[in-house]
């Protein structure tokens, strides 16, 4: 069977599977809620900015943090926002766990300096 082939029929399992499933049914019910999509969209910004400060270098500010962090507060007393950030974090931890289990034993890449040509050390 090609490789293909098989990623495909992943596709398919990871989208029957029931992490996935809950985080869609929950996805749906943020997305009909005008209030939960805005709130959560509004944390996600905010998180975003400071991730983004964090890479360039820049030092977030004790304002932004406090921001972020009253937010973080808002949103986790929404039973429906709590539950997504849950399912969406559950379906993260199947990829990253799939991601490891497809890619872990290739070899891609050079050795560094302190490896021989083989690959050990």
Do not use: C, W
């Not at 098989?6 to 029957?16: C, I, N, P, Q, Y």
């Not at 929950?26 to 999509?37: M, P, Q, V, Y």
């Amino acid at each position: 069977m090609a490789v293909y082939d098989l990623a495909h029929r992943l596709a398919t399992k990871v989208k029957e599977s029931t992490e996935y499933q809950e985080y869609l049914q929950i996805r749906k019910s943020i997305l009909n809620n005008e209030k939960n999509r805005d709130m959560l969209l509004d944390f996600r910004k905010e998180q975003f900015k400071i991730q983004a400060k964090q890479i360039s270098g820049q030092e977030v500010s004790e304002e932004d943090k406090e921001k972020l962090n009253n937010l973080r507060q808002i949103i986790e007393l929404n039973p429906d926002i709590k539950k997504y950030l849950e399912t969406e974090y559950r379906v993260g931890v199947l990829l990253d766990d799939l991601q490891k289990i497809v890619f872990g034993e290739l070899e891609i890449g050079l050795p560094d300096a302190s490896e021989d040509k083989d690959g050990e050390e």
